[in-house]
């Protein structure tokens, strides 16, 4: 099993820059890839940013450009620069293992506002 640890998000004014950690524990030989997913208030979860163990990434349109999702073993991270206030979310790691499918943390909530 995988257990996922997300920490980081807080209340931040546009324009100013975060970054979310979350911590891999467990099975972590099992993961192939990580992600970030966010979901707004009466939204659904939609994927931010992806990254696979061979480091290759991907990211949604609306953050390409402001964020930086990157890995360290263990560890996620997802650098977000130039924040608005339509990345008021709650933030979510995610792991996809060899074993369990996806896995999720309990997520961090990130408050764009003025």
């Known amino acids: 099993q995988v257990q996922l640890v997300e920490s980081g998000g807080g209340l931040v004014q546009p324009g100013e820059s975060l970054r979310l950690s979350c911590t891999a524990s467990g099975n972590i030989f099992s993961i192939y890839a990580m992600g970030w997913y966010r979901q707004a208030p009466g939204k659904e979860r939609d994927l931010v940013a992806l990254?696979?163990?061979?480091?290759d990434t991907k990211y949604v349109d609306s953050v390409q450009g402001r964020f930086t999702i990157s890995r360290d073993k263990d560890a996620l991270y997802l650098q977000m620069s130039n924040l608005k206030p339509e990345d008021t979310a709650l933030y979510y790691c995610t792991a996809v293992t060899t074993t369990t499918g996806a896995v999720w943390g309990q997520g961090t909530q990130v408050t764009v506002s003025s």
């Open positions: 990254i696979t163990n061979g480091g």
